[in-house]
């Protein structure tokens, strides 16, 4: 099924990553961490369907995506970023693999953050963060989405990696085992990563190694 909705605001949250707040439509629904099937409502654009995740609750009373532009790809996602309020957008219905199952380590890598910021919101609404870790890799500092509200609600728990510049507070390179030895003391617990499919790949495989089991891990097959 197919929603067609208004964008009620936009809000910048980092250099190139917006956020898009728009119109819910009655009895729409979905779990923290799903997505949905995107694409505007002009011309060309109808059929060039995208998919992101909802990063608001499911009882907000309007849906939101926090949504990243590349603006050298002149596709869907720079479009988005030329946008007004008042645009519309077509949604389908809720779908994805990424849903919390307990208490464990978040990995992302840049805007593979966007199923995370649901799941954390949910938790920190009903008090059951304590326990979790975030482990948020991106280029540079100013590449980081929502730095401070992490920081502000997971303190100590989150961890933040930059691999193209070294900032006080943050760690330089790579999450690789080595990383993951040092920063994670419990490897029976779940583990959710999202980011680019080799990153992916990459710290699945990591984490197994270290003794994580494969139920245990929670990623978008």
């Not at 029976?188 to 990459?202: L, N, R, T, W």
Request: hydrophobic letters at 35%; charged letters at 30%; proline letters at 4%.
């Amino acid at each position: 099924m197919t929603y067609t909705v208004k964008i009620l605001e936009i809000r910048p949250v980092t250099h190139d990553v917006n956020n898009y707040m728009m119109e819910k439509p009655i009895g729409y629904t979905f779990v923290p961490g799903q997505a949905t099937e995107v694409s505007i409502n002009k011309g060309k654009w109808k059929d060039e369907k995208r998919p992101f995740t909802f990063t608001s609750l499911p009882d907000d009373k309007n849906l939101e995506f926090v949504i990243k532009s590349y603006k050298d790809h002149q596709g869907v996602t720079n479009q988005l970023s030329s946008l007004d309020i008042g645009d519309e957008l077509i949604l389908e219905d809720s779908w994805g693999a990424i849903e919390y199952k307990g208490k464990g380590v978040f990995i992302a890598g840049g805007a593979g953050i966007t199923p995370f910021i649901a799941i954390l919101k949910s938790l920190e609404a009903k008090g059951e963060l304590d326990g979790n870790q975030l482990i948020f890799a991106n280029k540079t500092k100013k590449d980081i989405i929502l730095e401070s509200y992490f920081r502000d609600v997971l303190d100590e728990n989150f961890i933040s990696v930059l691999d193209e510049e070294e900032v006080d507070g943050h760690e330089f390179g790579r999450i690789d085992e080595a990383f993951l030895e040092k920063h994670v003391n419990d490897f029976s617990q779940h583990f959710y990563v999202c980011g680019p499919d080799p990153m992916v790949k990459s710290i699945n495989k990591i984490v197994e190694k270290l003794g994580a089991s494969p139920e245990s891990i929670v990623f978008e097959k």
